[in-house]
């Protein structure tokens, strides 16, 4: 795309079909914006701005507030150079200008959101907190998944520990499973599920992977993470802790050698993401935000660049919104 566009966007919200819950609370309505650059041309490009301000993101409301404050008409210059305080504009913007380039192959963008559940990808499915996961993987299962993860420190660890054991002796033998605990777990209940964990990898009756906990402790417990990283074989993966490029690079300096999830929709510019994980060769997970298939476009495009050791991408959480492909075209008819 050339560097002059006409920039338009609207503001939406899409209802869970059933909350998600994790430690950080109950999650029922994902808002976002959709945004669209035209070029002098006449090329689309179609962006989403998908915040998710818990994780560490900026708030809604603060990109919002930075759409509203924009020209009708923006320049290259201006889009390369949001603050990386809003890392979910960062993204939307500068996947909308990568869209219209064409440089995904992707057309006039708007008619064709397709994200392919290529066989190229290995998707994770999120199971439900709590023993719904019990009844849930099954379903999951007869559609193709393999890897599934799990939210932990939502309820009592002895509840979950035993709702763990349940899960690990039905789930079959080729499972893949993570558990994320979204930084909910003490310094003492993290020890139990790793050594839990390792005991299950020392079970040769139940061949089932715990693949890695995600985020055992929250964010400022990084040094503890890092002690337990090296005292388990159970890997661990940094989600909360690494939500930004800037925590990211902070991690990575810090001396984490472990799993980074990244989570594109928030973690900020594309471009200096490329840079960094194509410096640093960093285990990557990459990780939806629930965001609509405008990002989940641009954020498969980065996994397929970028994505090492062959992990299951976190992006099976269709089964948490209605069919979305009508959807999205309603939303901008009527702009
Ligand atoms: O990563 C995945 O497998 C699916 C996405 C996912 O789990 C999350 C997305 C956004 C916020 C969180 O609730 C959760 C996470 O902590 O990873
Ligand atoms: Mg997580």
């Known amino acids: 795309m050339t560097n002059d566009y006409r920039f338009e966007f609207r503001s939406y919200q899409r209802r869970f079909l059933r909350s998600l819950t994790t430690n950080h609370g109950k999650w029922d309505i994902r808002e976002g914006i959709i945004l669209r650059l035209t070029d002098e041309s006449g090329k689309v490009g179609w962006g989403e701005i998908a915040p998710i301000s818990w994780f560490g993101s900026e708030t809604l409301e603060q990109a919002l507030d930075f759409c509203r404050q924009l020209p009708r008409e923006i320049t290259d210059e201006i889009i390369f150079s949001i603050p990386d305080e809003l890392p979910a504009c960062q993204f939307g913007f500068e996947s909308a200008c990568e869209m219209g380039s064409g440089e995904w192959g992707v057309g006039s963008g708007g008619d064709n959101f397709i994200t392919p559940k290529s066989s190229l990808f290995l998707y994770s499915a999120l199971l439900p907190a709590g023993e719904a996961a019990l009844n849930q993987w099954k379903t999951l299962w007869q559609q193709g998944y393999r890897t599934f993860k799990w939210k932990i420190g939502v309820n009592a660890i002895a509840d979950e520990l035993e709702i763990f054991e349940l899960l690990i002796h039905t789930l079959p033998a080729s499972t893949k499973l993570r558990l994320d605990a979204n930084g909910g777990l003490s310094y003492e209940e993290a020890n139990l599920w790793l050594r839990t964990c390792d005991n299950l990898k020392a079970n040769p009756e139940l061949p089932l992977e715990i693949e890695f906990i995600e985020q055992p402790l929250p964010v400022e417990k990084f040094q503890q993470m890092l002690e337990l990283s090296t005292s388990y074989e159970t890997a661990i993966a940094l989600d909360e802790s690494v939500a930004t490029l800037r925590q990211l690079a902070d991690c990575h300096q810090q001396g984490w050698q472990g799993i980074f999830v990244i989570k594109p929709g928030i973690v900020g510019s594309p471009s ?64």
Request: glycine share 4%; aromatic share 14%.
């Open 272 to 335: 200096r993401l490329r840079k960094f994980c194509h410096q640093y060769q960093i285990d990557a997970v990459f990780s939806s935000v629930f965001e609509t298939a405008i990002a989940r476009l641009a954020a498969l495009q980065l996994a397929a660049e970028l994505s090492q050791n062959n992990r299951a991408i976190g992006f099976g959480i269709d089964h948490f919104f209605e069919q979305e492909d009508t959807w999205l075209q309603t939303l901008w008819n009527d702009l």
